[in-house]
């Protein structure tokens, strides 16, 4: 490996770019909003550009981690959402009805053509259908609730605990 040269510049370092500035700000906020993978995503993204130095966050999100894991903390939920991949798993089942809800919602004079209705119901139970078969498969009220749900957390400026961060501009 070549020693970075005396002004600091280190040549396969591409971590001072505008696009991994504001796209490591939005993981740190999913992060900090309660998402464990966010930290898996941002290390891969900082070995993908080749950073010397990660992020402060990042390794203070490690230490505290390691910590947890000596001391032997175990977490206090119980049920589906016990375990990181049930509750990843629920919020991309949640994040997949809202998106496609948000289309159909957009889009609701085409659900005609499909047999539906125009309509915001309409628009529910043609997620409902389109979704049918996948692990984000529900009726037309568990979609509406799942819209809902999100929708309330991305107004309140809880959208990253979705993964949905709008970047600032």
């Known amino acids: 490996m070549t020693a970075p040269l005396k002004s600091g510049f280190i040549p396969w370092d591409r971590s001072d770019t505008e696009h991994f500035k504001s796209t490591m700000a939005q993981l740190e906020t999913i992060w900090r909003a309660g998402s464990p993978l966010a930290l898996s995503d941002a290390i891969n993204f900082c070995r993908e550009h080749h ?11 490690l230490a505290a981690d390691h910590q947890a894991q000596i001391a032997g903390q175990a977490r206090s939920k119980r049920g589906r959402q016990a375990s990181v991949g049930g509750h990843e798993r629920d919020r991309h089942k949640h994040v997949l009805r809202w998106h496609n809800a948000k289309i159909a919602l957009a889009c609701r004079e085409r659900l005609v053509a499909d047999g539906f209705p125009p309509t915001r119901d309409g628009a529910f139970q043609w997620v409902s259908q389109l979704l049918r078969g996948t692990v984000a498969s529900g009726e037309n009220d568990a979609v509406e609730r799942s819209y809902k749900k999100v929708e309330k957390a991305i107004r309140d400026g809880n959208g990253a605990r979705f993964g949905i961060v709008r970047p600032q501009v």
């Open 51 to 61: 950073c010397v130095v990660w992020p402060h966050w990042i390794t203070e999100a």
